[in-house]
């Protein structure tokens, strides 16, 4: 007797329309999005070093984080994880959920963040600006739990950017950041970068940069900058993927409490301890040096770069190295840009900003 033919066919007409439909208005918004400026952070000519900032603040959503929900919502999308009617929910610290906010509503359906109840007001306003909502939570470490949670209550996708940042950026190419980044540096006199420098929140950013890197056979080198109370400079010095640092990084949208799985440690080739005030004290500089006004973790990457720039000058190198500009710092005026909230923390700048004073006037070093 022949076997009979077992077909089930799940197919939806009108799941595969809002899907198509979907996945055109996010790609639609790339094409709309000019690439973001690379900025020259001025240094003495005679050093014979460059020193660029990757801005991605002109995103539509102001911030780094805009290429990542982009990317992020096209993995579930095409994944069939994120349905019409149905929430997506994130654990973020801010950055993440205002472009997920932005995306979600784009296609047109609801957005919850989970985040810390510590994350700065101005973040939270930009959210629900994009029509998202905040669930905020008194434990750092509980937005994992509770962002799974509300997604099996709700019947919504948890989109986990922890897990999922690193594999869901097309790195070999495609406009991401690393592509950018050495397309506009080809006219520059040192279009090979020595250095990279980024900053680790879910670790997507930096594996991305350096597996284009490995995989265009460049020679440039990755530095990931890390704040204080985050566990990926232990973790990678340890070679542990199970470091904790329950405490909480001040510095949003980087730093975290556990080593997470967009975390690449065998691409990274150096890593920084970077302490909380050095990283405030040169986003103040910075607003000096350039007229504009960053997020924290800026500071947190700059500050390194600076470091290195340091380096390569005693050593007589010459080159570029590029950072990045995360996000605008009208984001964090009740922080990082006020003194009553620097006494709070007992934070003491003034130290690291004349050291940055010396080092930019040609007279000194970032030890």
Same mark, same amino acid.
């Given at each position: 007797?022949?076997?009979?033919?077992?077909?089930?066919?799940?197919?939806?007409?009108?799941?595969?329309?809002?899907?198509?439909?979907?996945?055109?208005?996010?790609?639609?918004?790339?094409?709309?999005?000019?690439?973001?400026?690379?900025?020259?952070?001025?240094?003495?000519? &005679?050093?014979?070093?460059?020193?660029?900032?990757?801005? &991605?603040?002109?995103?539509?959503?102001?911030?780094?984080?805009?290429?990542?929900?982009?990317?992020?919502?096209?993995?579930?999308?095409?994944?069939?994880?994120?349905?019409?009617?149905?929430?997506?929910?994130?654990?973020?610290?801010?950055?993440?959920?205002?472009?997920?906010?932005?995306?979600?509503?784009?296609?047109?359906?609801?957005?919850?963040?989970?985040?810390?109840?510590?994350?700065?007001?101005?973040?939270?306003?930009?959210?629900?600006?994009?029509?998202?909502?905040?669930?905020?939570?008194?434990?750092?470490?509980?937005?994992?739990?509770?962002?799974?949670?509300?997604?099996?209550?709700?019947?919504?996708?948890?989109?986990?950017?922890?897990?999922?940042? &690193?594999?869901?950026?097309?790195?070999?190419?495609?406009?991401?950041?690393?592509?950018?980044?050495?397309?506009?540096?080809?006219?520059?006199?040192?279009?090979?970068?020595?250095?990279?420098?980024?900053?680790?929140?879910?670790?997507?950013?930096?594996?991305?940069?350096?597996?284009?890197?490995?995989?265009?056979?460049?020679?440039?080198?990755?530095?990931?900058?890390?704040?204080?109370?985050?566990?990926?400079?232990?973790?990678?010095?340890?070679?542990?993927?199970?470091?904790?640092?329950?405490?909480?990084?001040?510095? &949003?949208?980087?730093?975290?409490?556990? @080593?997470?799985?967009?975390?690449?440690?065998?691409?990274?080739?150096?890593? @920084?301890?970077?302490?909380?005030?050095?990283?405030?004290?040169?986003?103040?500089?910075?607003?000096?040096?350039?007229?504009?006004?960053?997020?924290?973790?800026?500071?947190?990457?700059?500050?390194?770069?600076?470091?290195?720039?340091?380096? @390569?000058?005693?050593?007589?190198?010459?080159?570029?190295?590029?950072?990045?500009?995360?996000?605008?710092?009208?984001?964090?005026?009740?922080?990082?840009?006020?003194?009553?909230?620097?006494?709070?923390?007992?934070?003491?700048?003034?130290?690291?900003?004349?050291?940055?004073?010396?080092?930019?006037?040609?007279?000194?070093?970032?030890?």
């Amino acid at each position: 007797m022949a076997a009979v033919t077992i077909d089930v066919d799940r197919s939806d007409a009108v799941y595969r329309d809002w899907l198509k439909e979907a996945v055109r208005r996010v790609q639609a918004d790339a094409n709309r999005s000019a690439d973001t400026h690379l900025l020259r952070f001025p240094l003495p000519e &005679e050093w014979g070093i460059d020193l660029y900032l990757k801005d &991605e603040s002109t995103h539509p959503t102001g911030s780094l984080k805009h290429r990542l929900a982009r990317s992020l919502f096209l993995y579930g999308l095409c994944n069939g994880w994120i349905r019409p009617g149905k929430p997506v929910i994130e654990a973020s610290s801010g950055s993440t959920a205002i472009s997920e906010a932005y995306f979600a509503n784009l296609i047109g359906v609801p957005f919850i963040a989970v985040m810390s109840k510590t994350t700065s007001q101005a973040k939270i306003d930009l959210i629900e600006f994009q029509g998202g909502t905040c669930h905020l939570v008194d434990n750092p470490a509980e937005v994992y739990e509770v962002s799974a949670q509300l997604a099996e209550k709700t019947g919504g996708h948890y989109m986990d950017q922890f897990t999922y940042a &690193e594999r869901a950026t097309d790195w070999r190419g495609n406009n991401n950041i690393a592509e950018s980044i050495f397309h506009q540096l080809q006219l520059e006199r040192h279009p090979e970068p020595a250095w990279v420098v980024a900053t680790a929140g879910t670790g997507g950013t930096s594996a991305t940069i350096a597996r284009y890197v490995h995989y265009m056979q460049y020679d440039t080198r990755i530095c990931v900058a890390d704040p204080d109370n985050s566990c990926f400079f232990e973790g990678w010095i340890g070679e542990d993927p199970e470091a904790l640092c329950p405490k909480g990084s001040r510095i &949003e949208g980087i730093g975290r409490p556990r @080593m997470e799985p967009s975390f690449v440690p065998g691409a990274v080739d150096r890593m @920084m301890k970077v302490p909380d005030a050095a990283s405030i004290a040169t986003v103040r500089v910075l607003e000096r040096v350039l007229g504009r006004r960053a997020g924290g973790s800026t500071g947190t990457g700059l500050w390194s770069a600076l470091r290195i720039v340091g380096e @390569m000058r005693a050593a007589g190198r010459r080159g570029s190295v590029v950072t990045l500009l995360c996000d605008p710092g009208d984001r964090y005026l009740e922080k990082y840009y006020s003194d009553a909230w620097l006494a709070e923390q007992g934070l003491e700048i003034e130290p690291y900003v004349a050291m940055l004073d010396a080092f930019l006037a040609g007279n000194g070093r970032l030890d």
